[in-house]
């Protein structure tokens, strides 16, 4: 289960080298080698998905849309908190004038 499965051999012959005679030269050339036959990838079985012209413009469309709204959550998220902030600041400065006063009667 867990070995590995190995190609079968190359079952292509061997080129042969013909020695140099007298009628043919010798060649500096390298006989060509048998090569390493390249594993091909099988097919997948994955759906592939293809777009068309307004397929893109929807999907576009749809992402700017969506970047705008999480934009829009988060400002006002943003505005919210400055907001609380800002009232909890005021109401600190009410309570801090309403204990001056008071201790400024006695």
Do not use: E, W
Not at 15 to 21: E, H, K, L, N, R
Not at 44 to 64: E, I, Y
Not at 81 to 105: D, E, F, M, P, Y
Request: proline share 13%; with cysteine; aromatic share 2%.
């Amino acid at each position: 289960m867990f070995t590995p499965k190995y190609p079968t051999p190359d079952t292509a012959p061997t080129p042969t080298v013909q020695a140099p005679t007298a009628d043919t030269p010798a060649t500096t050339t390298p006989a060509p080698v048998a090569s390493v036959p390249v594993p091909v990838a099988p097919a997948s079985n994955r759906p592939v998905v293809h777009l068309t012209p307004g397929g893109a413009l929807a999907l576009v469309g749809g992402g700017t849309a969506v970047v705008l709204v999480v934009g829009a959550v988060l400002v006002s998220l943003l505005l919210a908190v400055a907001i609380t902030g800002v009232s909890v600041a005021v109401c600190a400065v009410v309570l801090r004038s309403l204990v001056n006063t008071t201790h400024k009667g006695r």
